[in-house]
């Protein structure tokens, strides 16, 4: 139901954006989240924005410079990283939220459906 993309390989200090659009549901409906997940580690919470009023809500280890943003017109929730770095190289994911709210956002029990994930690899 939901398709994430925009990964790749970047350099130290670089930018990616990430989409996650469905073609079936309304993205703003639900709350988005983005998770990410590096080898031999948990996945763990990146990101999230309700459907309410477009609250937005981020890790501590990407504040700064991620953001996460709605083009409801495009149907598609973004993920504009920023200054990424090789602990950033992970598979990112995108999952919706039944509830619209993003509290307990980094809980991967949240979120009721998950996308595939799209590989970011940063490396010089």
């Known amino acids: 139901q939901l398709q994430a993309s925009g990964g790749g390989l970047v350099q130290p200090g670089g930018s990616l954006r990430l989409s996650c659009a469905a073609s079936?549901?309304?993205?703003?409906?639900?709350?988005i989240g983005w998770f990410r997940q590096a080898p031999g580690k948990e996945r763990e919470g990146v990101s999230c924005?309700?459907?309410?009023?477009?609250?937005?809500y981020y890790a501590e280890f990407v504040k700064g410079r991620f953001t996460i943003s709605r083009d409801n017109a495009k149907n598609t929730v973004y993920l504009q990283m920023n200054s990424l770095q090789p602990e950033d190289t992970a598979v990112y994911s995108c999952?919706?939220?039944?509830?619209?709210?993003?509290?307990?956002?980094?809980?991967?029990?949240?979120?009721?459906?998950w996308g595939q994930g799209t590989q970011v690899t940063v490396s010089s």
């Open positions: 999952a919706g939220g039944y509830s619209g709210s993003c509290i307990f956002w980094d809980e991967l029990g949240s979120y009721d459906f």
């Open positions: 079936e549901l309304i993205l703003d409906d639900f709350a």
């Open positions: 924005i309700s459907s309410s009023n477009g609250s937005t």
